[in-house]
């Protein structure tokens, strides 16, 4: 066992889904690396709460969609500094619109982002995980990325991809012992949900069975289970924490 100190990194981890991902795994006992692209301040925020409550963690500004800084980032801060033993994909963006009218950039910034992003990060982290011989990597899809959705062609693209993105590298990566699986959020609170009008709400809402959104800590949990010592014999699997919204 090494004597570095045990990581989980959380990419988009200062807000939202990604800070109650990072305050529970630190509560698990990781040291908590996490990534933002813009509002440091938020990013701040994370890493002082996480401290406050008597773990440890780091922020770094990193842009998912550059392979040259995420490249960097490996060798600078993760390679033989520390025991990269999660790796939690969360960072992503939307740029929604309809199809017939969505731009190629949108479309292209998204896929960047939301899917070759997530792909940088965990070939980055695979070849650190398979010398260890462990290591867990959790991808972040989403309940569109299973059942689609209007004018987010190019999201539901990128999550649907994640997830096989997820099978495979879990068949590659399994004789290393490193496991690999992706959630599925549904309708979650987060700052960005809080914008929608209270028709738009009430619309998401009584889609979902449960009739309510998620907690970011909600899924936060599933993270924590994917991450931890109950899941050993799990892998490539999308684990659905939606409400009942796609059976």
Do not use: H, W
């Not at 099978?167 to 004789?175: G, I």
């Amino acid at each position: 066992m090494s004597d570095l100190p045990r990581v989980a990194l959380v990419t988009g981890g200062s807000r939202g889904i990604g800070r109650a991902v990072a305050e529970r795994l630190a509560r698990d006992g990781f040291g908590v690396y996490l990534t933002y692209v813009s509002r440091p301040e938020e990013a701040e925020k994370t890493v002082a709460a996480i401290a406050a409550a008597g773990g440890q963690a780091r922020a770094f500004q990193l842009d998912s969609g550059d392979p040259a800084a995420i490249a960097a980032f490996f060798a600078a801060e993760i390679k033989d500094k520390v025991q990269l033993e999660v790796l939690v994909n969360n960072a992503g963006i939307t740029r929604d619109g309809p199809l017939v009218r969505m731009k190629d950039e949108d479309f292209d910034k998204v896929l960047a982002v939301n899917l070759r992003g997530c792909f940088l990060f965990l070939r980055e982290a695979a070849k650190i995980m398979m010398r260890q011989r462990q290591g867990r990597i959790i991808n972040m899809s989403s309940v569109t990325g299973q059942m689609g959705n209007a004018f987010q062609a190019n999201y539901a693209s990128a999550k649907a991809g994640l997830i096989g993105l997820t099978k495979s590298a879990a068949q590659e990566l399994a004789s290393r012992g490193v496991l690999v699986n992706a959630v599925a959020p549904g309708y979650v609170a987060t700052d960005m949900t809080a914008v929608l009008s209270e028709e738009v709400t009430k619309k998401f809402t009584e889609a979902v069975p449960l009739k309510r959104a998620a907690t970011p800590g909600e899924i936060a949990a599933a993270v924590s289970f994917l991450a931890g010592p109950d899941s050993t014999y799990i892998t490539g699997q999308v684990l659905a924490v939606n409400g009942g919204l796609y059976m």
